[in-house]
């Protein structure tokens, strides 16, 4: 299992990024997928989670109305679109699976909210 991530970067408050996490190794289409995120001096915290159909997402209240998940399971990629970023939103941002009783992790994308 491999997930890779990418999008992150530098952005001032209000900007908007978009998160992609390119999955591996299994069958993206039959697994629940999160994104989550850890600030310096923090603990890691969930962010987002979408179902294998997409039919069902979830967020954490911090960023409800603002970020979106989605995925594509033909290019086995999920998505998150971050929008009315604020400099709380600064973290790395991880996405993370569960298959056959294993927990996978990406390595991680900066995000940096900063005038």
């Known amino acids: 299992v491999q997930l890779v991530e990418s999008g992150g970067g530098l952005v001032q408050p209000g900007g908007s990024l978009r998160l992609a996490c390119r999955a591996s190794?299994?069958?993206?289409?039959?697994?629940?997928m999160n994104w989550y995120r850890q600030a310096p001096g923090k603990e890691r915290e969930l962010v987002a989670g979408?179902?294998?159909?997409?039919?069902?997402?979830k967020y954490a209240d911090s960023v409800k109305g603002r970020f979106t998940i989605s995925r594509d399971n033909v290019k086995n990629t999920v998505s998150l679109q971050m929008n009315g970023l604020k400099p709380e939103d600064t973290a790395v941002y991880y996405c993370e699976t569960k298959w056959s009783g294993n927990d996978y992790w990406g390595q991680g994308t900066q995000v940096t909210v900063s005038s």
């Open positions: 190794g299994f069958t993206f289409s039959r697994s629940y």
């Open positions: 979408i179902s294998s159909g997409g039919g069902s997402r």
